[in-house]
């Protein structure tokens, strides 16, 4: 399979990856806003079970969108999408043992993980929205570590507000 054919397979099934962003910002939503109003702690178990459901969250809405099944068992950049996951939940994993002395650099070192993350997607999807995506993520974490003081729930909030603004520019942009 050709590279843009595997982009473009990628694109239409998974609608430019624009539902995984959204699903993504609103669980980072609704985390800072926990970390705001009940606990830091609740906040962070948000993050980690409202992360597990961002596949199924996603597939849901991308079977609602898009009604014509795209087989992409073959396509190499399924792959490379699940192994990014893995990256992901070692990132959870040392933001959440850094956290217990550090609480206030949980959200700042996930935003890190999740920026990183999303500049593999350009690959994936072909879309150098992903290097601007990650990029403006990677920035927010530098300056929220670099001002740790801040709230926590503000880096949550902001990362979330973020993926969701994205999100909406996938979907219009989604025209394979």
């Known amino acids: 399979m050709d590279i843009r054919d ?3 397979q990628m694109k239409f099934a ?7 962003a959204l699903v993504s ?14 606990s830091f702690q609740f906040s962070i178990l948000a993050l980690f079970f409202g992360g597990m459901l961002i596949y199924p969250l996603s597939a849901l809405i991308e079977g609602q969108i898009n009604k014509s099944k795209t087989d992409t068992k073959d396509n ?12 992901l939940f070692v990132g959870l994993f040392i933001a ?5 002395s550090k609480p206030e650099l949980f959200y700042p070192i996930m ?31 530098i300056f929220f570590t670099l001002y740790s003081t801040i709230p926590a729930y503000f880096a949550a909030m902001a990362g979330g507000i973020i993926e969701v603004l994205f999100a909406f520019y996938l979907f219009k942009g989604n025209k394979t």
Not at 76 to 87: N, W
């Open 111 to 141: 935003l890190l993980i999740i920026g990183a993350r999303y500049l593999t997607f350009q690959t994936i999807y072909g879309l150098r929205t992903y290097w601007m995506l990650g990029g403006l993520l990677l920035a927010l974490g």
């Open 14 to 20: 998974f609608l430019s990856g624009g539902p995984g």
């Open 25 to 38: 910002g609103f669980v980072w939503i609704i985390a800072g806003l926990i970390a705001k109003f009940h």
């Open 96 to 100: 959440f043992a850094l956290s217990r």
């Open 76 to 87: 190499p950049f399924v792959k490379l999408a699940l192994e990014g996951t893995i990256f």
């Open 6 to 8: 595997a982009q473009k």
